[in-house]
């Protein structure tokens, strides 16, 4: 099914399919690329929301304080440096860097203390700790994100891939209203070009789910809704997050721990989506902003 | 099987006692303690256990369905009323 799954994806000249889980575009569909995401910040211009670019890492502390590391082992990649020691780093540079499968004999590492984002969303929690909220506040960025997978397909399940967010602080009313507001401006747009979606509860791909106590509260109190094509691939979701991120780093709106909720996009799946539903000519594509 | 009142009065205790949220004055019967993560994740096993011990029955997790643990009426309404499935 998968080998099925790449050729499909790979007969398109402007896409590479690097085999550890990552794409190039050009042409054509990196047109596609900006097109999709120009949607998505024109939504975003929706609720004026403040569009933000992060680095690629987070503190491993910030993730850390959201439990990150019991919740998703599976899914972390973490940035590694040498040990700056001179001995160590000789006994790199003289000695054998690469073995016959390809993965570098590493020398001692440095202490690891950041992480590959996995989430767009998570960098604005740490950067707005401490604030008081006098009114909802809107946000958006675009990221790269990182997520270690069994295995990988072509625009589907990529170990790096592009998500952006819209997002709200507020009160539970504020979030509430905005993601409303937004499955119905989505769903329209579905409508209104052909996509043939539908919306599912959904839970997080949490490690050992069966054991973790989060996954159940999810099971109980669903928060996430997914934008689900051809009943199996999830190109989008809307999640709740109440007051976890609000209570996390102390961010309050109305004298409470505030809180949140996102409206999320991968993009690479909008492009296989798209390529799927509407083909491979530019010429059939409906048209975006 | 207890009366109803003893009940309720066990389940409340249980989230006053668990939960550093809320005070007496304010939990309600219908008020909805997981969304308003009066009561957490990480308190959600212990609640699990205190309905077992409580209603003299083993829980399967597996069969929990949204919306049972919502508010303390839920709770009742799902483990203790006649004819509760336990889910």
Same mark, same amino acid.
């Given at each position: ?28 569909? &990196? ?29 491993? *502390? ?12 599976? &899914? ?56 008081? &909220?006098?009114?909802? $506040? ?17 625009? =589907? $399940? ?13 009160? *539970? ?9 937004? $499955?119905?401006?989505?769903? *329209? ?64 709106? *109305?004298? =409470? ?11 690479? $799946? ?20 | 099987?207890?009366?109803?009142? %003893? ?11 668990? +939960? ?13 303690? @997981? ?8 308190? @959600?096993? %212990?609640?699990?256990? !205190? ?7 083993? @829980? ?10 919502? +508010? ?6 799902? !483990? !203790? ?7």
């Amino acid at each position: 099914m998968n080998v099925e799954r790449q050729r499909s994806a790979s007969r398109n000249r402007n896409h590479h399919w690097y085999e550890n889980g990552q794409s190039a575009f050009a042409g054509e569909l &990196l047109e596609l690329f900006h097109g999709i995401d120009a949607l998505f910040l024109s939504w975003a211009g929706e609720c004026d929301a403040a569009e933000y670019a992060f680095p690629t890492f987070l503190p491993a *502390a910030s993730l850390a304080k959201l439990d990150y590391f019991r919740s998703f082992p599976h &899914l972390v990649t973490f940035p590694v440096t040498l040990d700056a020691d001179e001995d160590n780093l000789s006994r790199f540079a003289e000695g054998e860097p690469m073995d016959q499968s390809g993965a570098v004999n590493l020398a001692r590492l440095a202490p690891v203390c950041d992480v590959l984002t996995p989430a767009a969303c998570y960098h604005f929690y740490p950067l707005f700790k401490g604030d008081v &909220l006098d009114g909802p $506040r809107y946000v958006t960025t675009r990221a790269t994100c990182f997520r270690r997978e069994a295995e990988y397909v072509p625009l =589907e $399940r990529q170990w790096s891939f592009s998500m952006r967010e819209i997002v709200c602080l507020g009160t *539970a009313a504020e979030v509430t209203a905005f993601l409303d507001g937004y $499955r119905r401006r989505i769903s *329209a747009f579905f409508d209104e070009i052909g996509l043939g979606i539908e919306w599912k509860e959904a839970t997080d791909p949490f490690f050992n789910a069966p054991k973790n106590p989060k996954y159940l509260m999810q099971k109980l109190d669903p928060v996430k809704t997914e934008m689900v094509f051809q009943d199996r691939l999830a190109i989008g979701s809307i999640n709740f997050h109440r007051n976890y991120f609000g209570e996390a780093f102390e961010i309050t709106r *109305a004298k =409470e721990a505030t809180f949140s909720g996102c409206v999320a996009f991968g993009i690479e $799946r909008w492009i296989h989506a798209w390529l799927t539903q509407f083909g491979h000519d530019a010429k059939h594509w409906p048209k975006l902003p | 099987m207890k009366a109803e009142t %003893d009940i309720r009065g066990a389940l409340r205790e249980w989230v006053l006692k668990t +939960s550093t949220k809320i005070t007496a004055g304010e939990l309600k019967d219908d008020m909805p303690i @997981i969304e308003e993560r009066i009561i957490t994740s990480l308190q @959600i096993m %212990d609640l699990i256990l !205190f309905l077992e011990q409580l209603t003299g029955r083993s @829980i399967d997790v597996a069969q929990l369905r949204p919306g049972v643990f919502r +508010s303390i009426d839920a709770i009742y309404k799902n !483990f !203790f009323e006649d004819g509760s499935d336990e889910r």
